[in-house]
Structure formats: C-alpha cells, structure tokens
C-alpha cells in the first residue's frame, strides 16, 4: 500500500519508525514544510523527501496519506485527501473545531475513501486489558473512575502547541486520550464540569481537572497538565462494584487488582513488544486492506473532540455543560 506522510515533525517521526516494521506499508514521499525535517524522516524509511503536500502527491502515486500536521491544519488536507479519493490515516484531535469535524466527517461519509483518527490509548495494552475486563463484567458495575495525564510541554513546529487558536490547549489536545478511552468504555457522556487555568498568559502551563458523569451514571475525574516538571506520565483507576483496576505508566507493565472474594482472578499479562503506535497503524492498514470496520470510528473521534470542547467550554464559563446529541 503506496503511503505518503506529511508533517515530520515528533509524532511523523513515531508513524514514520512505525511503519518501518509494517510490511504492507511502502512509504512513497515525506512531505514537510521543513526541508530537514522532510529529508530526515524519508531517510527512515527509506522514502523521497517533498516540501509540500502538492509536490508528493504531483510525483508519487499515494493511496493513503498519513497526516501528522498542527491540529488546526488536520481539515483542510484531510477533506482535499477525501476529495481525491485517498485514505486518510490523521493524527489526534480530528480538528481543532467542532465545524472543521463536521467538514471532515462530511466528507468521508461517501463509502468512498476511509478515514482513521489516531486515538492512540485504545491501543496502549494496560488500557485495551482495562476494557476487557470491563466489558467482561469482571469489575461489576463501573462507579467511578480517576485518570491523570502529564506531559511536559512539547515545542512543536512554530511553537504551535503554545498558541491556543492551533492546538486548543491541554483539553484538546492531551485530554482527549482518556475522554475517547473513558467514551469507549463507558458510554454516551451526559454532562461536562471542569476547572482549570486556560486563557492565562502562561500558555506553556496548562492544567484542567475534568468531571464527567456518563449516561450509564458512572462518574470520571480526568486530570490533565502540560508543563509538567517531570517525565511523561499517565495513570487510571477503576472502581466497580467487584474490584478496584490501577494502571500507572510510572511502574510500566502493571495493572494491579483488588478484588471482593468471589470476583474473577487474574489479572492479564501485559507483556507486549509492539509499540502501541504501530499496533494502531498496523490495525488502520489491515482495516483499509480488508475493508474491515476500525475499532475507531470516525463518529468517535467527533465525540471525543465534543467532549473536549464542552469542557473547554466549561472552563471558560464556570458552568456544567450537558452534552446534546449531533448539532
Ligand atoms: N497520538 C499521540 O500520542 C500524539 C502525540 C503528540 C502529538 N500528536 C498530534 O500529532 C499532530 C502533530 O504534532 P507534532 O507534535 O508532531 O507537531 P510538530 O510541530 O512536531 O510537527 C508538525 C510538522 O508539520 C510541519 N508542517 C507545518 N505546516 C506544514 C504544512 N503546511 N505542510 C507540510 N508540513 C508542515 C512542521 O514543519 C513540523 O515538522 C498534532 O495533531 C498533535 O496533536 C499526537
């Protein structure tokens, strides 16, 4: 499968080394407005380095083009790659407004080419035996769950991620993980209560404490920092009726259980060598291979981007947000 990739930058180097171990893949053209960027990641792959989207697509013959770019740039080539026929692989949050969603959503609604939204966590393997369990109904009913997710700030192409107008702060672009994973797990969102201290000058700091109550009555606090004085790190914890789920990226491969007496024993192995990236990749070529349905649906990533926006929303106004069905 002939793909091109533009936007070289962190996470295009991370599909890039991904794709390196996928077979089916052929990366054809790295495409970045960054020569040295473009040149580096063709070098992973073995692929011809491009300035523009425009000179890829003009010398290579792409099916899937893998968008890595700023958030706020992800609608316009995502609804032109659709307009020419070709599969989109594109980097999380689908946009960086619910209306750009709308726009992308439209258009690969055709049954024509096929998109898939980079919603990494569902593939991370502490998360995916998270679920299982869930969905298994080892941990009874699921009351409450408690996540956090700290990343240092990340210094983008331009200092994009500091620039609210192009990233969407934290909400959009950090918490999104665990509202799609919690989404995923636990159902419809009904109403959105966060706190945190967007619109300061100190744009490189941003941190939000976020509550979800779900449909199914389950209720979420979700932590989010960038700034973070300290290395990456995530944690999750589940309380059901049955037992008690931990999962903290500061003790990798564990997920402890603790359980009431009669509840199912054993907690998976989470041993994998795969990283998740390219358990994700992999799993977005096989489904555009075999036509398969994706575990990540594109309506997903539309939610996920609505869940994040109520909560920006949320923050600027001090208010709960109840969350409707599609506007
Ligand atoms: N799934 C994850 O875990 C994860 C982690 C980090 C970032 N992301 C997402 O990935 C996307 C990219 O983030 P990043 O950290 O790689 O950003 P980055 O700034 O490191 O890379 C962006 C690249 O795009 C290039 N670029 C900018 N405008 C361009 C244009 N018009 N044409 C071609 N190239 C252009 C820049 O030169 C840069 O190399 C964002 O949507 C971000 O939210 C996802």
Request: aromatic share 8%.
């Amino acid at each position: 499968m002939r793909l091109g990739l533009v936007g070289a930058g962190f996470m295009g180097g991370v599909h890039l080394s991904a794709y390196a171990n996928i077979p089916e893949v052929e990366v054809v053209g790295v495409a970045d407005a960054r020569p040295e960027s473009a040149v580096a990641g063709a070098q992973l792959v073995g692929a011809r380095p491009y300035a523009s989207y425009d000179e890829l697509v003009a010398a290579e013959d792409v099916e899937v083009v893998d968008i890595c770019l700023p958030t706020a740039f992800h609608r316009d080539l995502a609804v032109r790659a659709a307009g020419e026929g070709r599969h989109v692989i594109l980097e999380k949050p689908i946009a960086r407004t619910i209306e750009d969603a709308g726009e992308i959503l439209d258009a690969f609604s055709g049954g024509g080419p096929r998109l898939f939204v980079g919603h990494v966590v569902r593939f991370f393997p502490e998360y995916v035996a998270i679920k299982q369990k869930i969905d298994a109904g080892d941990l009874g009913t699921v009351g409450m769950v408690r996540t956090s997710r700290r990343s240092p700030f990340l210094l983008g192409w331009n200092d994009w991620y500091a620039d609210w107008r192009v990233s969407g702060g934290v909400l959009l672009d950090l918490v999104i993980h665990d509202f799609d994973f919690l989404r995923w797990t636990l159902g419809e969102v009904e109403r959105v209560y966060a706190r945190g201290v967007l619109g300061r000058e100190y744009n490189r700091l941003d941190y939000a404490l976020v509550t979800l109550r779900f449909r199914g009555g389950a209720i979420a606090h979700v932590e989010g920092h960038w700034g973070y004085p300290g290395p990456f790190n995530y944690s999750i914890e589940v309380a059901g009726s049955r037992a008690l789920l931990t999962a903290d990226s500061t003790e990798p491969g564990t997920l402890e259980a603790i359980r009431e007496p009669d509840a199912p024993d054993g907690v998976p192995d989470l041993a994998s060598g795969t990283s998740p990236y390219e358990a994700e990749l992999a799993h977005f070529i096989h489904c555009i291979a075999t036509g398969e349905e994706s575990i990540v649906k594109v309506r997903d990533a539309y939610e996920a981007l609505r869940i994040s926006l109520a909560a920006t929303e949320s923050v600027l106004s001090g208010e709960p947000v109840t969350l409707g069905g599609r506007g």
